[in-house]
């Protein structure tokens, strides 16, 4: 099985409300651990380019058997959205929570930072009122899936998970997200 993974890296506080960029890293693997290509791009941080930029970095890497996202959130609160993606790409994009959301927390946060994106708000709470949770050998897991269904996307998932709760793509993306993001960040 081949699948793309996709995460942001890190950014310093002074980069909220689009005052800076930060990397977005999708790697494919075969299998759990496999590297077999991996692509990035710069995204900015509180903004709207996140999804456009996942499907051009996983057009990319196509062909592939499954998108994973490190949840709907990038950069800050620019996000992914997996239904448009799932749409773009024809394979299914599951989308991986390790702690259950607080929509609640969310909603505030949004209507105080963003009072009139209600693309933006109906997106992040559409797929954090709809993750569903999905029992692990490591832990309880929170999933949302497009194009696939609950439990496929969760067998999926826990094939994936060699050394945590966090399936290994995930765990590659993210370690080549914050090398990135953390060695560039000051050249942007």
Do not use: C
């Not at 759990?32 to 057009?59: F, K, N």
């Amino acid at each position: 099985m081949r699948i793309i993974a996709i995460d942001d890296g890190y950014f310093p506080p002074s980069y909220k409300a689009r005052r800076g960029k930060t990397v977005l890293v999708a790697v494919k693997t075969k299998g759990p651990h496999t590297l077999e290509a991996a692509a990035s791009t710069w995204i900015t941080v509180d903004g709207e380019d996140a999804t456009t930029a996942a499907q051009e970095l996983a057009e990319a890497l196509v062909p592939a058997d499954t998108v994973i996202l490190d949840g709907v959130t990038y950069a800050g609160f620019n996000y992914i959205d997996p239904r448009r993606l799932h749409e773009k790409l024809g394979i299914p994009v599951i989308v991986y929570e390790k702690y259950p959301l607080s929509t609640r927390r969310i909603e505030n946060a949004l209507r105080k930072h963003f009072p009139r994106d209600n693309e933006r708000k109906h997106v992040i709470l559409t797929i954090a009122s709809s993750l569903t949770p999905a029992s692990t050998p490591w832990r309880t897991i929170y999933l949302y899936t497009a194009g696939i269904s609950h439990a496929e996307a969760a067998h999926i998932i826990r094939s994936l998970q060699l050394y945590s709760s966090t399936p290994e793509p995930l765990r590659i993306a993210d370690l080549a997200a914050s090398f990135i993001s953390r060695t560039r960040i000051g050249e942007r």
